[in-house]
């Protein structure tokens, strides 16, 4: 088993690993909107979206593997009024890998943060 590390304060505080990597797996936490180097959140959940996956894929990387590998997403987002700004997002990341998907409208643990993305990748 490897653990996967961003650096986040919160994985340390929280006591979680950004990714665990377990034989042909990789399971990611749920990824919000931060850009981890500067630690800002954008105000729209597009741009959120963007950054969760410029995150997953950078941990997917480091792990070895690839955004194809994806099999499983769920998103939780904060209110169903913003799915139609976020849609072309999700879009761009995932229309031609399309893995199986849940959405959940839920609260999140910081005001700012309007979605989280959690992927499972797998490559055998």
């Known amino acids: 088993m490897k653990r996967i590390s961003t650096g986040s304060p919160f994985e340390a505080k929280m006591g979680y690993s950004r990714a665990i990597v377990k034989g042909d ?5 749920g990824v919000t909107g931060y850009d981890y180097k500067t630690m800002i ?5 597009a ?3 963007r950054n969760c996956f410029a995150t997953i894929r ?3 990387a480091e792990a070895g593997f690839a955004m194809e590998d994806i099999v499983r997403v769920q998103y939780t987002v904060t209110d169903a009024a913003l799915v139609d700004e976020l849609i072309p997002a999700l879009g761009a990341a995932f229309a031609e890998i399309r893995p199986a998907a849940t959405m959940v ?3 999140l ?3 700012e943060m309007k979605i989280e993305i959690e992927v499972t990748a797998f490559k055998g």
């Open 25 to 29: 797996w990789c399971f990611v936490s």
């Open 109 to 111: 643990i910081k005001p």
């Open 47 to 49: 741009d959120q979206a």
């Open 58 to 60: 950078g941990v997917l």
């Open 41 to 45: 959140m954008p105000d729209g959940i």
């Open 105 to 107: 409208i839920a609260g």
